[in-house]
């Protein structure tokens, strides 16, 4: 049996309004922030309740502003650590298969036990890189990265994955012009189309969010992915 999760200090019903979820959703919303504040083995630095809600959860869902998002039967959160935006997407997606990829082996095992205590069965960890998964490539309908890295090496790590048709998701706080021109010119590289950056408010007073997309337009060149940590080392914007 699942290990009881303690309750969450603060109600989360203005987020379940703002999405429409249904009161089992904002339950196990509130599970999952409870387990962000209190599991001391969860890997973020965030704890308080109200940043939890706000830093965390909102900033999550707010991607439910893109269709690509709503609409995704595949999605995969790269770099998944804490587990968001994943989890909280696999409980507002129940249709959507949410695959959680993490080099990190402990983060692995959080974000296992996490996924078994909400009782997700939407939701599978890939302990790897996105370089490395193979079973990912050319099927993925969406995927995510938020505080990863650089846009040409969130782009290079998940065009390969993704079906054409697919997009690339990636939370970004202020804009810079020169990460979002090497951004766009690793997306010609890769097959994919810039989107006009979305800027977002998760919380009242939020700023400088914006959730970038790339669209995948035709195949990503076979040479892709390449090697593990070259993206990084060599990004495709820079060279």
Same mark, same amino acid.
């Given at each position: 049996?699942?290990?009881?999760?303690?309750?969450?200090?603060?109600?989360?019903?203005?987020?379940?309004? %703002?999405?429409?979820?249904?009161?089992?959703?904002?339950?196990?919303?509130?599970?999952?922030?409870?387990?962000?504040?209190?599991?001391?083995?969860?890997?973020?630095?965030?704890?308080?309740?109200?940043?939890?809600?706000?830093?965390?959860?909102?900033?999550?869902?707010?991607?439910?502003?893109?269709?690509?998002?709503?609409?995704?039967?595949? $999605?995969?959160?790269?770099?998944?650590? !804490?587990?968001?935006?994943? $989890? =909280?997407?696999?409980?507002?997606?129940?249709?959507?298969? $949410?695959?959680?990829?993490?080099?990190?082996?402990?983060?692995?095992?959080?974000?296992?036990?996490? !996924?078994?205590?909400?009782?997700?069965?939407?939701?599978?960890?890939?302990?790897? %890189?996105?370089?490395?998964?193979?079973?990912?490539?050319?099927?993925?309908?969406?995927?995510?990265?938020?505080?990863?890295?650089?846009?040409?090496?969130?782009?290079?790590? !998940?065009?390969?994955?993704?079906?054409?048709?697919?997009?690339?998701?990636?939370?970004?706080?202020?804009?810079?012009?020169?990460?979002?021109?090497?951004?766009?010119?690793?997306?010609? $590289?890769?097959?994919?189309?810039?989107?006009? =950056?979305?800027?977002?408010?998760?919380?009242?007073?939020?700023?400088?969010?914006?959730?970038?997309?790339?669209?995948?337009?035709?195949?990503?060149?076979?040479?892709?992915? %390449?090697?593990?940590?070259?993206?990084?080392?060599? =990004?495709?914007?820079?060279?």
């Amino acid at each position: 049996m699942a290990e009881a999760v303690p309750a969450f200090e603060l109600p989360l019903g203005r987020l379940a309004d %703002r999405f429409g979820l249904s009161q089992y959703q904002a339950g196990q919303l509130s599970r999952f922030a409870a387990i962000l504040a209190h599991d001391e083995n969860a890997p973020t630095t965030v704890r308080k309740p109200k940043l939890v809600r706000d830093d965390h959860l909102a900033d999550a869902l707010v991607a439910l502003e893109l269709p690509v998002i709503r609409e995704a039967l595949t $999605i995969a959160d790269i770099g998944a650590g !804490a587990g968001v935006p994943g $989890i =909280p997407l696999a409980i507002v997606l129940p249709r959507a298969q $949410i695959y959680l990829l993490e080099a990190n082996g402990r983060k692995c095992e959080f974000l296992a036990e996490s !996924a078994a205590r909400l009782e997700l069965g939407n939701v599978e960890i890939a302990h790897g %890189r996105a370089e490395t998964w193979k079973q990912g490539l050319g099927r993925i309908d969406v995927v995510t990265a938020r505080a990863l890295a650089p846009l040409d090496v969130v782009a290079e790590y !998940a065009a390969p994955l993704l079906r054409v048709g697919g997009a690339m998701v990636a939370w970004r706080g202020k804009r810079e012009p020169q990460v979002e021109a090497d951004g766009a010119r690793a997306a010609e $590289i890769l097959g994919l189309s810039v989107v006009e =950056p979305l800027r977002v408010e998760p919380f009242e007073g939020a700023a400088h969010r914006y959730l970038h997309v790339m669209s995948k337009v035709r195949e990503t060149p076979e040479r892709f992915p %390449r090697r593990d940590g070259v993206a990084r080392k060599r =990004p495709l914007g820079r060279a």
